[in-house]
């Protein structure tokens, strides 16, 4: 029985392909036994039963190790240096709302100075006299009373040095001058001397406001024949119109000393000082029959 039929052209192919398999599986089968050349074979390892014995000197080296370790457990603890890098923040952007304040300037606290006790004066002004004067009246004379005076102290009103009497270490006398007493207030005695060495304390003198007539001038009355005028004042109190003539006394001190159409004058017969009282401006520009003469009136009682 015949197997492969070569007139065929398929079957002679394949028994070429079968034939070259074969030949591969040898060559292989051969390198995996054999090899090419080479006598190292390829060594099997097989898993044997009983475990390989132990080496007694592998038991001792954890023992051999335990420094290492200790060590490296030492180097844990050694102190790190740590280098701070450079960081440069970027420039912050400008505010034109925010702008320097200056600090407020520190407030010192007052001090207060020590007192300096005064030096006592080493003479001694214990009383002036008069103490109590009016403004605008005449020269008068002072007397100034005290202790250790000598003839060198003068007497100066407000720092004006003016002639002085001496007549014991107790007493002195000067003149006040109208000039020094023209205006209300109050004026400071010092007795002392011209280079300053004696001084003594400093008393007042008390300059008051002289009384006024309290009247207003409204009107005069003049006759024909000029003799004899009339003011006619009003009290400023009551209102009440009086009839005057010159030489009168009002309210028991002022005298009139003056009449005019334009003023009326009173003098102060206790401190001699004048007061002008110029006529209301209203009573003067009006013409009315207070400025103009009173004719005169026929009586009642008059027969013709």
Do not use: C
């Not at 100075?113 to 004067?133: K, Y």
């Not at 009373?145 to 003016?162: H, M, N, S």
Request: aromatic share 6%; net charge positive; glycine share 4%.
């Amino acid at each position: 029985m015949q197997l492969v039929d070569l007139s065929k052209p398929g079957e002679k192919k394949k028994v070429l392909a079968a034939a070259a398999l074969g030949l591969g599986a040898i060559i292989v089968l051969w390198w995996a036994l054999f090899g090419f050349g080479d006598n190292t074979r390829p060594t099997r390892t097989t898993a044997s039963a009983t475990p390989p014995p132990r080496n007694t000197q592998t038991t001792s080296r954890p023992q051999q190790q335990a420094p290492v370790a200790e060590v490296q457990s030492l180097a844990n603890f050694a102190p790190v240096e740590y280098m701070q890098s450079s960081y440069n923040a970027p420039e912050p952007k400008r505010n034109i709302f925010s702008y320097y304040e200056p600090p407020p300037a520190p407030v010192k606290a007052p001090s207060t100075p020590t007192p300096v006790p005064e030096v006592p004066p080493p003479l001694l002004l214990a009383s002036v006299s008069p103490s109590n004067v009016y403004a605008r009246t005449a020269d008068f004379k002072l007397e100034a009373a005290g202790d250790k005076f000598t003839p060198a102290v003068r007497i100066f009103v407000d720092g004006r040095e003016l002639p002085t009497t001496y007549k014991s270490p107790q007493q002195l006398s000067t003149t006040i001058s109208a000039s020094l007493i023209s205006a209300p207030g109050t004026r400071s005695i010092v007795v002392r001397t011209p280079d300053n060495r004696l001084w003594s304390n400093a008393l007042p003198v008390q300059v008051a406001a002289p009384p006024v007539p309290n009247y207003n001038y409204v009107g005069i009355i003049s006759p024909q024949n000029r003799v004899t005028d009339t003011a006619l004042v009003q009290d400023k109190n009551n209102k009440n119109i009086l009839t005057v003539y010159r030489g009168d006394i009002l309210s028991g001190r002022f005298r009139v000393t003056s009449i005019s159409e334009k003023e009326l004058v009173l003098t102060d017969t206790s401190l001699k000082i004048k007061h002008t009282i110029a006529m209301s401006e209203s009573d003067r520009a009006a013409g009315g029959p207070l400025t103009r003469p009173t004719p005169r009136v026929d009586a009642e009682d008059d027969e013709p």
